[in-house]
């Protein structure tokens, strides 16, 4: 029988935006880690950032450096399930181990799966003016089949699923949703955060006599400004006054749209946070609204959610969102935007009350603080193993 070793990830991301927290993740293993960038900005590039980190660019050329750091390697992290780690997945060798640390929007926006079951009825209006989203599937398609020559990412994606050993997410509810449509590899628990990564020390609680209300938590369609907005102009507290973070978004043009739709409807009742703030300052902006609006369809902004709830914020969801199901059923109060908020308005109710607000807490810490990894990470080791060549004695 071969002799365990230290077990050699290579962990592949598409940006530096989580390499801290993956790294303090896994700082807790007795396994190496190597950790590889790759950008799409730059060709033919290759830069050492540490011992232990390269940022390579997203070509053939960065690509062919990944399969070659492969040979040393046990297993591989692919952080969001792009075009480019896809094609890595393919080629690389077949006792390679991947594992898929799901992000959501790999599928939500890189596939037409889901396409008719994100948007509300007031959205799907806006569509028509915007032609770059409605028919963004099949312009993605078009552009890489006539000007990359190659195949869509679609189809990269579908080549390397079944490559990958498993899936890697903490909402089983969510994977067990979207294998209605596309097959996916067998499902983990993973949470590639720790508890303190969100959710920091000394976080206190929010303003619960502030006016404001947090309306979504970017500038991406799928937030369903168009539908909320149909609700605020039916309430009548002119004291309320609604946020609106519109810094991320590839789309400036629905940007542009909304923006313009809530200031004619809403006039000084509404701001728009544009500039990107340092992330204690993004915080403190957060606490400063206790109630929150999140329309979307799908799983988008669990960050926000999830620490907007722990700080003591009123949440409404959608009740089409995978979210708001899962996070009912691990005993977090939470709220249907569709069939309470207008009434709750109303009725003066749109904060929580304290007693709720420590409960929610409790139930964040509970969901969120915990070892379960270990249990994933042990049964990986188990797998890489077996894997191993056996020699004779």
């Known amino acids: 029988m071969p002799e365990k070793h230290p077990v050699r ?16 993740t896994f700082s807790t293993t007795n396994w190496t880690s190597y950790y590889v960038i790759l950008d799409s900005a730059t060709k033919k590039s290759c830069i050492n950032i540490d011992e232990h980190t ?3 660019s ?8 990944v399969l070659e750091k492969f040979v040393n ?12 780690k896809a094609d890595i997945i393919y080629r690389s060798r077949p006792e390679m181990i991947h594992c898929w640390c799901f992000y959501g929007a790999e599928i939500y926006q890189q596939t037409n799966k889901f396409r008719r079951d994100l948007y509300g009825p007031e959205t799907r209006k806006l569509l028509w003016l915007l032609p770059e989203i409605k028919f963004r599937y099949d312009l993605r398609k078009f552009y890489f089949i006539l000007f990359r020559l190659r195949q869509p990412p679609i189809y990269s994606l579908l080549k390397a699923i079944p490559r990958i050993h498993s899936i890697l997410w903490y909402i089983e509810d969510e994977i067990n ?41 970017s ?4 937030n369903n400004h168009a539908d909320v907005l149909k609700v605020l102009v039916k309430i009548t507290d002119n004291t309320l006054t609604y946020s609106l973070p519109l810094t991320y978004g590839q789309f400036p043009r629905y940007k542009s749209k909304i923006k313009a739709l809530y200031q004619r409807q809403l006039g000084s ?7 990107h703030m340092p992330l204690s300052k993004y915080y403190t902006f957060l606490q400063e609204h206790p109630t929150a609006v999140f329309l979307h369809e799908r799983q988008q902004g669990l960050g926000n959610i999830l620490y907007m709830l722990y700080t003591g914020t009123k949440v409404y969801l959608s009740v089409k969102n995978i979210v708001y199901k899962w ?28 007693e709720t607000v420590l409960k929610n807490r409790n139930e964040i810490i509970n969901l969120l603080h915990h070892n379960r990894n270990t249990q994933t990470l042990r049964a990986l080791e188990e797998q890489i193993f077996l894997n191993k060549p056996s020699h004779p004695e």
Do not use: C
């Open 9 to 24: 990830a290579i962990h592949l991301f598409s940006d530096r935006k989580f390499l801290g927290w993956v790294r303090q």
């Open 54 to 56: 390269i940022e390579v």
């Open 58 to 65: 997203s070509d053939g050329h960065g690509q062919q450096i």
């Open 73 to 84: 390697m046990d297993i591989a992290f692919h952080y969001f399930l792009d075009n480019v």
């Open 177 to 217: 949703m979207i294998n209605t449509r596309i097959k996916l590899p067998s499902w983990q628990f993973f949470q590639f955060f720790n508890f303190s990564d969100i959710i920091p020390p000394e976080t206190g609680f929010t303003h619960k006599a502030s006016r404001k209300v947090l309306i979504g938590n």
């Open 219 to 222: 500038a991406t369609i799928e």
């Open 269 to 275: 009742q509404v701001t728009f946070l544009d500039e």
């Open 327 to 354: 996070l009912k059923k691990n005993r977090i109060k939470v709220y249907i935007f569709e069939e309470d908020f207008l009434n709750d308005s109303q009725d003066g109710n749109l904060v929580l009350d304290d």
